[in-house]
């Protein structure tokens, strides 16, 4: 006895696609995370999921961030992915497009109080060598393209998405840019916090706390300085 099967129709296997496409891309970066935490050994939290995968290699870990930034990629059109040294016309494009903003807003009250706290915890060392991207007033302290475009994510989200972002989700946001600015040296330098068994989120990373870990590490960047 012949069995006839129901053949499906291509807007079927177009849902059947989308669909495991979605399923694999959600379980990314919970797997990659999970590698993370096992090649480490520390149970800390790892890199926040969402946008930043991870995984080990035998000279430095991988800490690019990928996909779109939640809220505000969408928003400004955006994505981490915009930064690549294989694509420097759209590197550029994507830096501009944060960079304006740290020249169009301008913050007060509240607001400029938390800029204040969340910006001079980091810098953008590689490129130059002042304790912070501002000042102790919130000026810029720093003249590169990547320092702009780390400001102006910090500014778009106090004025956009102030009670949507932490101060500490903020400069994690920063610290993702900043990798992707230096890939290089970042990463060199999660190998060594490994290493030294420290926990690895974006603020140890790329924030000030950890400044000078790594020791010399050289490597290039992406985007002018």
Known sequence: MKIKLKKQTSFQVVLIVLVALTLASASYNSLAISKLKENSGNPGSGIPSGNGGVATSLTAVDVIPKGVPRIYGE???????????????????TIRTLAVLDQQIELSGD???????????????YCCGAPAIIDSKGNAACGCAHSYAMRGVAKYLLSKHASEFTDDEILEEMGKWKTLFFPSQLSQKAQVLKDKSIELNYINLASN?????????????VGGC
């Open 111 to 125: 607001a400029l109080t938390r800029y204040i706290e969340v910006a001079s915890q980091i810098s953008c060392e």
């Open 209 to 221: 706390k950890y400044r000078g870990v790594e020791q010399g590490v050289s490597g290039g960047m």
């Open 75 to 93: 928003e400004l059109g955006v994505s981490y992915d915009g930064v690549t040294p294989n694509d420097p016309q759209l590197t550029e494009q």
